[in-house]
């Protein structure tokens, strides 16, 4: 009888790890889905903090890798690449959020990163607001919503028209 509750208990003992890490396992998957799939929550983590969130630091990361993954081994074409790479790295995702909502501010962050005038960013952000092929991959990234933004992205990547734009974009 002893030696059948012996069992019974040890039973019991083995079974709290493996719930414990259980719940823990499902706790933090929820928490990933929570703030990758609700973009509202991560947003008001970006505006309440002022700093970005860690959804907004991956983002950023992958970014500044496929930037870097355009190196062609010409130092002057690096060098340039190089400095978008680290004006990117340091610039708030706030701001880009506000500058893909709003002409003025995008306006304003072509002067301020570029090194673009007054003129050229003006006309470069009237083009980035007025093309229809962009709406998608702006509204989102202004929602902050960067799994719709990778998807309009992804549509609209090697397209005719994106490769129009940059061309438009290059004379400024």
Same mark, same amino acid.
């Given at each position: 009888?002893?030696?059948?509750?012996?069992?019974?208990?040890?039973?019991?003992?083995?079974?709290?790890?493996?719930?414990?890490?259980?719940?823990?396992?499902?706790?933090?998957?929820?928490?990933?889905?929570?703030?990758?799939?609700?973009?509202?929550?991560?947003?008001?983590?970006?505006?309440?903090?002022?700093?970005?969130?860690?959804?907004?630091?991956?983002?950023?990361?992958?970014?500044?890798?496929?930037?870097?993954?355009?190196?062609?081994?010409?130092?002057?074409?690096?060098?340039?690449?190089?400095?978008?790479? #680290?004006?990117?790295?340091?610039?708030?995702?706030?701001?880009?959020?506000?500058?893909?909502?709003?002409?003025?501010?995008?306006?304003?962050?072509?002067?301020?990163?570029?090194?673009?005038?007054?003129?050229?960013?003006?006309?470069?952000?009237?083009?980035?607001?007025?093309?229809?092929?962009?709406?998608?991959?702006?509204?989102?990234?202004?929602?902050?919503?960067?799994?719709?933004?990778?998807?309009?992205?992804?549509?609209?990547?090697?397209?005719?028209?994106?490769? #129009?734009?940059?061309?438009t974009l290059g004379q400024y």
């Amino acid at each position: 009888m002893r030696s059948q509750r012996q069992l019974a208990l040890r039973k019991r003992k083995k079974k709290w790890p493996k719930v414990l890490l259980g719940i823990l396992l499902v706790l933090v998957v929820l928490g990933v889905i929570f703030v990758v799939k609700f973009p509202t929550i991560n947003n008001a983590w970006r505006n309440t903090t002022g700093t970005d969130t860690p959804a907004d630091t991956a983002v950023k990361s992958t970014l500044v890798k496929k930037i870097e993954e355009q190196k062609t081994g010409n130092s002057a074409v690096d060098a340039r690449i190089d400095e978008a790479a #680290s004006t990117l790295k340091a610039t708030k995702m706030a701001t880009i959020v506000k500058a893909a909502g709003d002409q003025t501010a995008m306006t304003s962050l072509l002067k301020q990163t570029t090194g673009a005038t007054s003129e050229q960013a003006k006309a470069a952000a009237a083009l980035l607001f007025a093309s229809p092929e962009l709406t998608d991959v702006r509204e989102a990234v202004a929602a902050g919503d960067w799994v719709k933004a990778y998807q309009a992205y992804r549509d609209l990547n090697g397209s005719a028209a994106l490769s #129009s734009l940059k061309a438009t974009l290059g004379q400024y």
